[in-house]
Nanobody
Framework: QVRLAESGGGLVQAGDSLRLSCVAS????????VGWFRQTPGKEREVVAA????????YAPDSLKGRFAISRDNGKNTVVLLMNGLKPEDTAVYYC???????????????????WGQGTQVTVSA
């Protein structure tokens, strides 16, 4: 089992950057795939980035490639989402999620993940 805690959200202006962190408890974090998702009221939670347990290979939807990047440091049980060129439409609650896997995969669907953080609010003003 793993517990996740996000941090780094806040109020920024369009064009700014933010660095969200997800810190996990547990000794086997290196066996967990991790994803970052976001959700706005009335909309489904959507993936913004994902990374496999060992790091390296990552995923981001085409609409966010070039602006959002995910990385991890398993020695510090931390996954970072770096967001550049923020836009008002990026305003959402951002969640970190983790799923234990014996495979070297990342996952992009909400139902793939068993463990979730509480979320951190990101607000981008025009």
């Amino acid at each position: 089992q793993v517990r996740l805690a996000e941090s780094g959200g806040g109020l920024v202006q369009a064009g700014d950057s933010l660095r969200l962190s997800c810190v996990a408890s547990g000794r086997t974090f290196s066996r967990y795939a991790v994803g970052w998702f976001r959700q706005t009221p009335g909309k489904e939670r959507e993936v913004v980035a994902a990374i496999r347990p060992s790091g390296g290979r990552t995923y981001a939807p085409d609409s966010l490639k070039g602006r959002f990047a995910i990385s991890r440091d398993n020695g510090k049980n931390t996954v970072v989402l770096l967001m550049n060129g923020l836009k008002p439409e990026d305003t959402a609650v951002y969640y970190c999620a983790a799923q234990w896997t014996e495979f070297s995969n990342y996952y992009t669907a909400v139902h793939d993940y068993a463990y979730w953080g509480q979320g951190t609010q990101v607000t981008v003003s025009a």
